[in-house]
């Protein structure tokens, strides 16, 4: 799409008003292996946001999937013993297929079976990591992990080790927050959309990992894609919430703004910096 990496924040804005209209126009096939309490909203936010969804995270059908998928999440938030086999699979495949994957190590540090789970899939090299703050720390060998599935440190606290993570790991690394922070070990943006109320909804955070995969499928620069994610997610989220009375309303607000917006209105509203 570009012929220099975009690294201003005008060019990563640009960058991501192209993307989205990429992804509204060729629609890329993203398989989750994701969490039993948001499988289903996570199909929605990538049908509203012109992706198409595919659940596949059994074993003997991942690995498979994977080579012929635009776009991989792997969500460690429900492992359950099936999904354990599977991700191995799919982010084996994944790699050796060319296939972006994306790795939302959920509630690790704490927990032992998905923090062991969470280290052998990065040895895989995903191609983007996204987690709140603790996570990050956490999964970069740095802290213990945050209060379940909520963070216990704030962006800020989590930088350092989103930076030296995406160098060793070689992956880009996002840490979602009240302004999210994105980071390839060398370039860094912050996006400072969103609403609140992205945090009363469940799967708030998980749906925007399967958000990345799609984004990830239409460029090959994926820090850049990676911000144009995050930045078309929180714009709508913005959106949504200025009608939304409550959580319930913002999730179907959420959705309905997602389906809606343009590459102008997200040129238009984005905050990067």
């Known amino acids: 799409m570009h012929q220099t990496p975009p690294g201003r924040p005008d060019d990563l804005v640009a960058f991501a008003a192209q993307a989205l209209g990429r992804v509204q126009h060729d629609a890329p096939l993203v398989q989750c292996l994701t969490n039993a309490v948001v499988t289903g909203f996570t199909a929605n936010v990538l049908l509203a946001v012109g992706a198409a969804p595919a659940m596949v995270d059994i074993p003997d059908?991942?690995?498979p999937f994977a080579r012929v998928a635009s776009g991989v999440l792997?969500?460690?938030?429900?492992p359950r013993a099936e999904q354990r086999a599977a991700m191995p699979e799919a982010a084996r495949a994944a790699t050796?297929?060319?296939t972006p994957w994306v790795l939302d190590p959920v509630a690790i540090g704490a927990l032992p079976v998905r923090t062991a789970l969470a280290a052998d899939?990065?040895?895989?090299r995903p191609t983007v990591i996204r987690g709140n703050a603790s996570e990050i720390i956490a999964l970069a060998g740095a802290g213990g992990g945050g209060r379940g599935v909520d963070a216990s440190h704030g962006v800020d606290d989590a930088e350092d080790a989103a930076a030296e993570l995406a160098r060793t790991a070689g992956s880009v690394v996002a840490v979602s927050g009240p302004v999210d922070y994105v980071t390839d070990g060398t370039r860094t943006a912050r996006i400072a959309n969103g609403d609140a109320l992205l945090t009363r909804v469940t799967g708030g955070g998980c749906a925007l990992g399967a958000v990345m995969a799609a984004f990830a499928a239409v460029d090959e620069d994926r820090f850049a894609t990676t911000v144009a994610a995050a930045t078309a997610y929180t714009v709508a989220a913005e959106s949504a919430a200025r009608t939304a009375a409550g959580p319930g309303s913002f999730a179907v607000g959420f959705l309905d703004a997602l389906a809606a917006l343009t590459p102008e209105d997200l040129a238009k509203h984005a905050e990067v910096s």
């Open 61 to 63: 059908e991942a690995g």
């Open 74 to 78: 792997v969500n460690l938030g429900t």
């Open 96 to 98: 050796e297929a060319g």
């Open 121 to 124: 899939l990065l040895a895989l």
